[in-house]
């Protein structure tokens, strides 16, 4: 079975932008420029050749090495790309060659972004969540699943759900449980998915968090004070909502009901 020339060329696409987010996730905590200067090798600081760019052959070809110094190269940078590919061919895979499948494409980049930046340096940048409130709720305009008034409250129930989280646990402990961020990156979650996909994100969310945080802890025998930030599955959270949210709520609401 032959795949769509839609499917592929989304995926191309995907592979590229891939690419330039491998530069956000290591310029934005440093706060240098995405722009300039040109990629170059972290350690002997060599501008990356065009043909040396060419997401994963490159990597493969060069053995995960600098082309210069023979630094190894983290295998994260294809494994971006790939993730990157793989959520673009989704999106044209689930909303076809359309507006929609961009605005979603974005979206997804975004989290993709946040996702290592949190699991790197605890922190969700907000230079990413902040402009992203605005910016999405002002495609839920362009988007059919959902409408600005519906962008609205997913924006106040995102952010205002964990910023109530975020107070009750100080209350009750006197210590800060829950980073400003993490109700951010929320708020930005619920202008693209509503208030529904922002209790699917979060229900989500914690669900595959405490699978995760569990099994860590259980292999690293740490005890229950080990710290893994919560950004991540929100984001995974939401992708959920995007791609599969509609189908997920109407099941819950009409497929288990008893007859």
């Not at 420029?33 to 060069?62: E, G, M, Q």
């Not at 949190?118 to 305009?141: E, M």
């Amino acid at each position: 079975m032959s795949i769509p020339f839609e499917i592929i060329t989304g995926f191309l696409f995907g592979l590229f932008i891939g690419s330039f987010l491998n530069v956000c996730i290591y310029r934005i905590p440093a706060n240098n420029s995405i722009v300039s200067p040109a990629s170059n090798c972290p350690r002997c600081k060599t501008p990356i050749r065009f043909y040396d760019n060419i997401p994963i052959l490159s990597y493969v070809w060069l053995l995960g090495k600098c082309r210069s110094c023979a630094a190894r190269i983290s295998i994260r940078y294809p494994l971006v790309e790939l993730l990157t590919g793989i959520l673009a061919a989704l999106c044209v895979l689930k909303f076809g060659f359309t507006l929609q499948a961009f605005i979603y494409f974005v979206f997804v980049s975004a989290l993709l972004v946040i996702t290592f930046i949190d699991l790197d340096h605890r922190i969700i940048p907000d230079v990413i969540s902040l402009p992203g409130i605005p910016v999405f709720f002002a495609a839920a305009f362009l988007l059919p699943a959902i409408t600005p008034v519906e962008s609205i409250f997913g924006i106040l129930v995102g952010g205002g759900s964990l910023l109530l989280v975020a107070w009750a646990y100080y209350m009750l402990t006197g210590k800060e449980g829950m980073g400003g961020g993490d109700i951010k990156l929320l708020a930005m979650i619920g202008a693209v998915v509503g208030w529904q996909g922002v209790l699917l994100t979060i229900f989500a969310a914690s669900i595959t968090g405490t699978i995760v945080g569990g099994t860590l802890m259980l292999l690293s025998g740490r005890n229950l004070k080990l710290a893994i930030p919560f950004g991540p599955f929100l984001a995974l959270g939401a992708v959920i909502s995007v791609f599969y949210g509609r189908e997920l709520i109407q099941w819950y609401l009409y497929g288990i009901r008893p007859f």
